[in-house]
């Protein structure tokens, strides 16, 4: 199994639905992000939360909201989904000080169309 | 902040030959670290190669390495021997040294590699 799980892998909704993206782990790393990926543009962050009560904006985060419900869950909702959010969406971990080594560990990705 | 460039859309190499994924980044900062991600067919991100800027040395991973040019602020990948496998979109992506920032990644927009047989 993998050890940043998200669902769904894929998903296709109509604009105006409300969307939820669910990330689990079993690294038991306290520090999660959420990040999409657009055609030419990389992949940017959303929010990213550092433990269960330390939520951050990233550089994108208008249209979205997240909640962390435990140190290993971490979910990204669309209130209102509308077709500039149709976009792969990855959520990652990574360490805390001490055997940080900087990198991230990745989901396989959840792909949204919004129609 | 930061941002991080890749001149390259698409490349393409004959198996077994060389290429070189260019990537330029912009930040005030004096320590950071520099990554290569590789995400294939499947979108899995995969991490190829970690620079840590106060390192002089250039960060080498099998068939994988860097040329770290920290006064020009440059951090291509060079890959080896290119192997099918190889084919997939690759991203350079800029972490802060600054602990309180996390391990927050900013990514460039990605070089398509296609290896062909």
């Known amino acids: 199994d993998a050890d940043v799980t998200q669902t769904p892998r894929n998903r296709i909704t109509k604009t105006g639905k409300r969307i939820m993206l669910e990330c689990s782990q079993t690294k038991g790393h306290d520090r999660m992000y959420w990040y999409r990926q657009d055609p030419g543009l990389g992949l940017r962050l959303i929010y990213y939360s550092f433990d269960v009560k330390d939520i951050n904006k990233g550089e994108i985060s208008d249209g979205y909201s997240v909640s962390r419900q435990a140190q290993a869950k971490f979910s990204l909702s669309l209130e209102s989904a509308i077709p500039n959010q149709t976009a792969l969406y990855f959520c990652?971990?990574?360490?805390?000080?001490?055997?940080?080594?900087?990198?991230?560990?990745f989901g396989e990705g959840s792909r949204l169309t919004v129609l | 902040a930061q941002t991080v460039t890749q001149s390259q859309p698409e490349m393409s190499v004959q198996e077994a030959e060389t290429v070189t994924l260019s990537c330029t980044y912009d930040t005030s900062e004096n320590n950071y670290y520099l990554f290569w991600y590789k995400q294939p067919p499947s979108r899995q991100m995969i991490l190829v190669i970690r620079?840590?800027?106060?390192?002089?040395q250039n960060a080498t991973e099998n068939r994988f390495s860097v040329n770290f040019q920290k006064a020009a602020k440059s951090f291509s990948l060079k890959i080896s021997d290119s192997q099918l496998g190889d084919t997939a979109m690759y991203f350079c992506?800029?972490?802060?040294?600054?602990?309180?920032?996390?391990?927050?990644?900013?990514f460039g927009g990605g070089t398509r590699v296609l290896v062909k047989p």
């Open positions: 990652a971990t990574s360490e805390t000080s001490g055997r940080n080594t900087g990198e991230l560990f």
């Open positions: 992506a800029f972490m802060s040294g600054i602990k309180a920032a996390g391990n927050k990644l900013t």
């Open positions: 620079q840590e800027a106060y390192k002089q």
